[in-house]
């Protein structure tokens, strides 16, 4: 899930991801912060819900990571290894790939 929510510091809209556990994602200014989470939702500073009819955030049911990585094999990619542990894993270089496609999407989604 995403959610939108703005900082009325230096109003700026902005959205988290729910997949990134433990990571804090700040406003422009760096004042207003949110880690968003599956089960959880953290604030720093001033954060303004954006759907005030139910007071709650709006979030938008859409998983980009798991879109993103279901396509890696499509795009030529080797999406998983194995450690020998029975489990397979993506490259951190592939997460950090993956994440930054997401950053620009959501760039794209505040415009």
């Not at 990585?69 to 950090?96: A, C, H, M, S, W």
């Amino acid at each position: 899930m995403l959610l939108k929510w703005y900082a009325p510091c230096c109003q700026t809209w902005n959205i988290s991801i729910d997949k990134r556990h433990h990571q804090m994602d700040f406003c422009e200014c760096g004042e207003s912060g949110v880690d968003y989470e599956t089960y959880g939702l953290r604030l720093i500073g001033p954060v303004i819900n954006t759907n005030f009819t139910e007071n709650k955030p709006v979030e938008i049911d859409y998983d980009f990571w798991t879109e993103l990585v279901l396509n890696l094999d499509k795009q030529g990619f080797e999406p998983f290894i194995g450690l020998g542990d029975g489990r397979t894993y993506l490259p951190i270089e592939l997460v950090y790939f993956i994440r930054g496609i997401e950053d620009e999407i959501i760039k794209e989604m505040l415009k």
